[in-house]
């Protein structure tokens, strides 16, 4: 049982969620891109719904699919958000943006009633903060930003910060979707998601972090047992 196989198991539970009809806020990453796949499948044989893609790469993935896209200009308020994450608490709380599209995919989950998570259960985490926190932020004035966000992480109690820049493939400076940096914080272990969400916020550099809180209502998360991949859900479909 592969990375892929799970991948696939937790986007075949979702695509259940998927009524016609449907106004759909689309993910990013690999496991997005499982759903993606399956979604496309599903339009083809004729399901009527109507998406909206929280990145390039993803818009791009759902074109070649056929998959009916539009933008949130033209439908404001959504049905359902199906999303990768990086990490799950017990409450539900996230860490998104390892693929660079955290802010999209905040603004679409937020625009959406409902918003279901899928990932490998190996996602499902005590605490917060193991996987490094992405943190969207204006290029003009990065330095000093960048100052305000070491002080907002001392202040939120997480030990072992430290701050690297993403960069993308061939090595340089990573420019998101929005035409922002990225910044990664690297912490170990987030003591008080809400209190470093609300201290990054008034940053006014920072344009989005990747802490997802009150926002998923449930996470579809696979695991292998044996040849076979279990699918459990944490909070309701
Ligand atoms: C992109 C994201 C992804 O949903 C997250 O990184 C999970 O990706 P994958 O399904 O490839 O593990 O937040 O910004």
Known sequence: MSGPDLRRAAAAR???????????????????AAFILLLGERVRAGLDIVGVPTSEATRIACEREGIRLATLDELPEL???????????????????????LLREKIVAMASRRMVVIADAAKRVETLGAFPLPIEVNRFGLGATWRAVETALAESGCAGRSLTRRRDAAGAPLVTDGGHALLDAHLGAIPDPE??????????????????????????????????????????L
């Open 14 to 32: 979702a695509l259940t969620l998927v009524e016609p009809g449907m106004r759909l806020g689309i993910g990013t990453g690999s496991t997005a």
């Open 79 to 101: 049905d359902l958000t199906i999303d990768g994450t990086d990490e799950v608490d017990g409450q539900l709380r996230l860490i998104k943006g390892g693929g660079a599209a």
């Open 195 to 236: 209190g470093l969400s609300a201290r990054l916020w008034a940053v006014p550099g920072v344009v989005e972090h990747g802490l997802f809180l009150g926002i998923a209502g449930a996470a579809i998360l696979a695991e292998a047992r044996g040849e076979e991949a279990v699918v459990t859900v944490l909070g309701a």
